[in-house]
């Protein structure tokens, strides 16, 4: 309790919530593995999401170990839906744009997208990808280009790419300069925080 109260504690938690992006998140979709699950949330919070979606239509809804995230977990907020609709809703409703990995001839370059707006990344199961329904109602296809004979990427490393590259423009934007969160958001983590 002492060093979860120690001022080196306190000034760690103001900083990571003063960079938080709550504008900034990911749909996880049917994502099998637990370690490609707890390998995304590290990344998650490496860049500063606030907020998580745990789209689950069709596998379980995953167990989260400590050790395996190394703890990122519970620095987030995990939304679970259990339909699409309900998923795409919550974000269209704040305005985001969701863009579905997928390798497609049409989908666009992940380096040409603007990832400063409202931005939540659609990865998908392991095997299956992202479901039809959901590619659907997602904004827009995206790939990651890459040079090799492989195709595609691990999907925590996909979702580490693309985190990446978000935090590359919101950084060049200053976006992690000034608190996102809202006043009363930041008091009410702050107090959340301290207690873990």
Known sequence: MDEIKSPERREKIERTLAHRQPMLSVVLENIHDPHNVSAILRSCDAVGILQVHFLYTIEPFPEIANTASSGAHKWLE????????????????KSFRIFA????????????????QPTAFLLGNEHRGVSEEALALADEEIYIPMMGMAESLNVSVAAAVCLFEAFRQRKEGAMYDTPQLSPETLRSKRSEWLLK
């Open 78 to 93: 995990i939304i679970r839906h259990d339909s699409v609709q309900s998923c795409f809703g919550a974000l269209h409703s």
């Open 101 to 116: 990995t997928r390798i497609a001839p049409d989908a666009t370059s992940l380096y040409e997208l603007d990832l400063t």
